[in-house]
Structure formats: C-alpha cells, structure tokens
C-alpha cells in the first residue's frame, strides 16, 4: 500500500522557517517526479515545488522561488520542503504528491499519490 505521509506544519511568524517532510512508502519511486501543492482557504490548490527523484533536479512555483528549498533522502525515502522568510500569504494546507508521468511537473492530475496533508498557518 502506497503512503504518503507529511509532517512538520505548525503555527509560526512572518519571516520564520518550517520544514515539511514527506515520508514515502509502498513502492519504489526513483523514476518519479514528488512534489508539494498546496490551498489556501478559498483557493484552488497550486504547485509549490516539485524533484526528480533521480536526477534531482527542481522546479519552484515563481511565489516562493528563492525562499522555499525542496530536497530528498534516498536512504530515508523522504522529501522535504524547507520554507524560509514565510508569509502570511504562504498559509495552507501543504500537500506532498507522486508523478510517475513527469511531463508537467505542476499538473495536479499527474499527481497520483497524495498525502494527508499538514496545516502552515503564518501570522503577521
């Protein structure tokens, strides 16, 4: 059985830092882009970030480019999305995704496995 699981939300700052990890089980994802959306109350959800488990190369949605930083764990099969100098604007509910397709690495469809999801909740 496939599982996503995500941690490390929580209430904090304008201008702290969170990081989210996305345990990863069930099945072998080295051919697989991950990636974080997330939605904001309200909003549809969007693309944050997203890795190639194998090449690791990134792609960041242009609103957190230069602050928001994703990576992976091989040997711990997790992928993190560390979050600097947040926003109250950044406040959602992130998601942790699998895309076995990589054509369009910010198309929700060719996401096939999600998480739960975590609350990040950023006060001004």
């Known amino acids: 059985q496939v599982q996503l699981v995500e941690s490390g939300g929580g209430l904090v700052q304008a201008g702290g830092s969170l990081r989210l990890s996305c345990a990863a089980s069930?099945?072998?994802?080295?051919?697989?882009?991950m990636g974080w959306f997330r939605r904001a109350p309200g909003k549809e959800r969007e693309s944050v970030a997203a890795?190639?488990?194998?090449?690791?190369?990134?792609d960041y949605a242009d609103s957190v480019k230069g602050r928001f930083t994703i990576s992976r764990d091989s040997a711990k099969n997790t992928v993190y999305l560390q979050m600097n100098s947040l926003k109250p604007e950044d406040t959602a509910v992130y998601y942790c995704?699998?895309?076995?397709?990589?054509?369009?690495?910010?198309?929700?469809?060719?996401?096939?496995?999600w998480g739960q999801g975590t609350q990040v909740t950023v006060s001004s």
């Open positions: 995704a699998a895309n076995p397709v990589g054509r369009n690495w910010r198309r929700t469809s060719e996401y096939i496995y």
């Open positions: 069930g099945r072998t994802f080295s051919r697989y882009i």
């Open positions: 890795i190639s488990w194998s090449t690791g190369n990134t």
